[in-house]
């Protein structure tokens, strides 16, 4: 009997052994698992949020982007590995004041001057851009990714970072836009554009449906890149980066422009701008003393009119399904102080 | 038998459940230990700390504050209930530039012109001011806890916030400086005072070793207050709240004097900085334009020679030990984009 005791004992003890250990564990596991199903925000992945506000493909604004969301739109997707946050929007949506272009675009609250200056970061990657348009058109099949955009004046914008792939094409190209602050009347402005990797933006198709050449060096949708956009004493230092391809860097001084006379206009842009009556030069002194910010997301270049891309009366849910939107995914950004470049 | 072996087993059994149990506690135990035993820096209580850069009362600088602290200087400390970044520096040590008061301060990295504005708040207690110093010199006995500090021209202050405690006093006060953007050479710069609990900084005492009267609504040291200063369009609204003091809220226009002429200098300049020969007048246009940075932090008004503040030739470890020292302890502060007021 006492052995018997002790047997029942020992098992009593090793039941209660188990059951408190799997009660251990369970808390363990039910603390893991309400982490791991929580509903991520964009301000869960990139915490800048709070020094942004959005405006929509669809029109919708916010102020506050601190666990805030947009389903279609502004929202956190996993690719089996990290979080990004997705900016997504329709060649035909809800457009700005300025611009008959959709985006899903954050804008700085915080302004700045470019001898104040102030540094954005980003990496992305794109995930579409409109399979439709004119290929003659330099904004066909593209989606801006950042900006600085001037808040006075002229509201002219020193930076566009662009990525654009024609269809059919496995690669796109990387290319940066300057606009000239227009001496005078703002009806001749025109943007200068650098190649990063790829194409830039004034290389088009012969015809509205002839594309050109698959770029050299070009970068693929969902290819990952960053950019670095640090504006210190008025100069406007760019790099960009990306697992093999040539890091680029590039200068840019927005106090004293290049083009302040008819003498000083590139040849790129007598042979398309010019050409089309675009044919002003920019005051002495670029940007200087002239409020910016900066933007960051999906500003989606196609759309029903210049671009002549599909829009399917403005159907959204259409627009998606059929390959007429643009979608950039950011994994890491930031945005703060500009810094003295090394 | 039968029922002593129940009883055994059900004893052991409790004996396993208790033993279980505590084991649990143990590790709930453990984590919370590890959590509560792990040092912090002053980035771990108030985590905008890398858009700053800091000077220390030793003259210790350093542009990267993410898990930075300076023993004696710049620490955390907690008051039994909340953390607190502590800014602390003796009135005789390494000073700034532009100064002969040390400082253990932050300063932005991000600038801004007052067009384009920002935000900083903060909530504090000061801990202590020096306790010696002539009674008649306006900054003896005080510390500034927050600033605009101009980067250009005559690199003046549109926005001082002070504390200020006379000895043997249980209260002290709490009021703001404005610092004209004087016409001409800044030989004849003056700050016009605004008090906002107790004095403001033109009331003295009638001789260096009398004070004036307990101030009305003064703030106590190791009282807790809070300040927004918001600049937004040219415009600095300041708002100071604190449990049992009346809200105040100020605006001054950034972008035009209210000083233009020697008609406009208020009385409280012509009795003290005027008779000293310090009779400047303003710009028109007062800041427009002008580069500006938020400071924060303990910037120690009192020193060896204008304030004839005891030193102890220098020796930090005696100041410390005597109450020649400044001591302001935050435990929330934000910096970011002006706001348009409510």
Same mark, same amino acid.
């Given at each position: 009997?006492?052995? @018997? ?35 991520? *925000? ?54 700005? @004041?300025?611009?008959?272009? %959709? @985006? ?50 002229? #509201? +002219? ?5 662009? *990525? ?17 602050? %227009? ?25 509205? %449906? ?16 960053? *950019? #670095? ?53 920019? @005051? ?18 196609? +759309? ?39």
């Amino acid at each position: 009997m006492k052995t @018997r005791a002790i047997t029942i004992s020992v098992i009593l003890i090793l039941l209660g052994f188990l059951f408190f250990l799997g009660s251990c564990k369970e808390k363990t596991k039910q603390v893991q698992s309400v982490a791991s199903a929580a509903h991520k *925000y964009p301000s869960d992945v990139i915490p800048f949020m709070d020094e942004w506000k959005i405006l929509c493909g669809d029109g919708t604004r916010s102020e506050d982007l601190v666990n805030f969301e947009k389903k279609d739109f502004f929202y956190v997707e996993n690719d089996g590995q990290t979080d990004w946050v997705v900016y997504k929007t329709p060649n035909s949506g809800v457009t700005s @004041r300025t611009s008959s272009n %959709t @985006r899903t675009e954050l804008g700085q609250k915080a302004h700045w001057i470019p001898e104040t200056g102030g540094k954005l970061t980003g990496t992305l990657k794109v995930m579409q851009v409109s399979t439709t348009g004119d290929a003659t058109v330099s904004s066909s099949f593209s989606t801006v990714v950042g900006q600085i955009h001037s808040d006075e004046g002229h #509201e +002219n914008e020193p930076l566009k970072v662009f *990525y654009k792939k024609f269809p059919g094409h496995e690669k796109g190209s990387v290319f940066w836009n300057y606009e000239i602050n %227009t001496a005078g009347s703002n009806e001749g402005r025109w943007d200068f554009s650098t190649a990063v990797w790829g194409y830039d933006f004034s290389d088009v198709g012969a015809s509205a %449906t002839e594309n050109p050449e698959e770029p050299q060096d070009g970068v693929a949708l969902g290819e990952e890149f960053s *950019y #670095e956009v640090n504006v210190f004493e008025g100069m406007m230092y760019l790099t960009f980066t990306a697992e093999g391809h040539e890091t680029k860097k590039f200068a840019k001084n927005l106090l004293k422009s290049d083009f302040v006379t008819k003498a000083d206009v590139p040849e790129q842009i007598l042979a398309t701008y010019y050409e089309r009556g675009r044919d002003g030069v920019e @005051r002495d002194t670029a940007y200087t003393g002239e409020i910016q910010y900066f933007k960051q997301g999906c500003y989606n270049q196609a +759309n029903g009119k210049s671009t002549k891309s599909e829009t399917y009366g403005g159907d959204i849910a259409k627009q998606y399904a059929n390959g007429s939107f643009a979608e950039v995914w950011f994994k890491d950004a930031t945005v703060g102080a500009g810094t003295k470049p090394n």
